[in-house]
């Protein structure tokens, strides 16, 4: 798909899909990052892989700066871009956890709300193994639903709805591990649990115009291209690659990795 053509879709839908974005050396790096995670934090869910574990992990800033997703957010918010938060849905297979319909903006407290998501497939996403639903258009007019805190054993999301809700026009967003889907950050969306036996790793990644400020305080970002505005947002200093802590990837010892 062309360029335009990917931002005449998301436009009217509010979501697109691109396949083949990343190699698929770095799609097994992907998904031996997770099981990493997975040993690393016995504790957590891998539905709820954070963006809070980033601040210490070389190889997500790198797989989040990757040049080949920037290259696809920069006609969408310009070219002096932020990463403002990651986060790793992985679901495993037969145990993986719904995520109720919910829009992404009800979650961030940004000035503007100008954000775009990469969803990053890190296996083959597909309705078996629980990948993400969308409704086409309900981007338009933007415009927020009360959405209510949630926190049950069974769904993965912290927030959701049901009214509004029109699950017939739902569509399944399927990537083949190693594309992306992009997505507005008003389209309503959710996915259902995994009780396939295909395990599904799926990493959102929200990038920002470096002018739209976070209004956490000194809630971290990474600058991937272009200039950072003056006293807008906090940019971490990276972490420097040390074998005991994490993750070894390609080019590890050569900050800043990409
Ligand atoms: O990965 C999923 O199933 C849902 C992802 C999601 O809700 C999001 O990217 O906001």
Redesign the pocket.
């Known amino acids: 798909m062309k360029g335009t053509e990917i931002v005449r879709k998301y436009a009217e839908d509010g979501f697109v899909v691109i396949p083949n974005v990343i190699d698929q050396d770095l799609v097994r790096e992907t998904q031996g990052h997770v099981e990493w995670l997975g040993k690393k934090h016995p504790d957590l869910r891998p539905e709820s892989y954070h963006h809070d574990l980033i601040v210490d992990d070389p190889f997500w800033i790198r797989l989040s700066t990757d040049p080949r997703l920037i290259d696809i957010i920069e006609p969408f918010i310009g070219s002096n871009i932020a990463l403002f938060a990651a986060h790793y849905?992985s679901k495993p297979a037969r145990t993986g956890r719904s995520?109720g319909w919910?829009q992404?903006a009800a979650s961030w407290a940004l000035e503007p709300m100008e954000v775009i998501?990469i969803?990053l497939a890190g296996d083959d996403s597909t309705p078996e193994n629980?990948c993400?639903r969308v409704i086409p258009g309900t981007h338009k007019p933007q415009r927020l639903f009360e959405h209510q805190s949630k926190n049950n054993t069974e769904n993965a999301s912290r927030s959701e709805f049901d009214e509004h809700v029109d699950e017939s026009k739902a569509v399944d967003v399927i990537v083949p591990a190693g594309g992306v889907s992009l997505?507005d950050p008003y389209a309503i969306?959710?996915?259902e649990a995994n009780t396939s036996d295909k395990r599904r790793i799926?990493l959102?990644l929200r990038y920002i115009p470096t002018t739209t400020r976070i209004m956490w305080e000194k809630f971290p970002a990474y600058l991937c291209r272009g200039k950072a505005v003056d006293v807008v947002n906090y940019y971490p200093s990276l972490p420097k690659f040390r074998p005991s802590d994490h993750y070894p990837f390609r080019g590890c010892d050569r900050a800043p990795w990409v």
Request: glycine share 22%.
């Open positions: 849905v995520v919910h992404d998501s969803w629980g993400m997505l969306h959710g996915s799926g959102t």
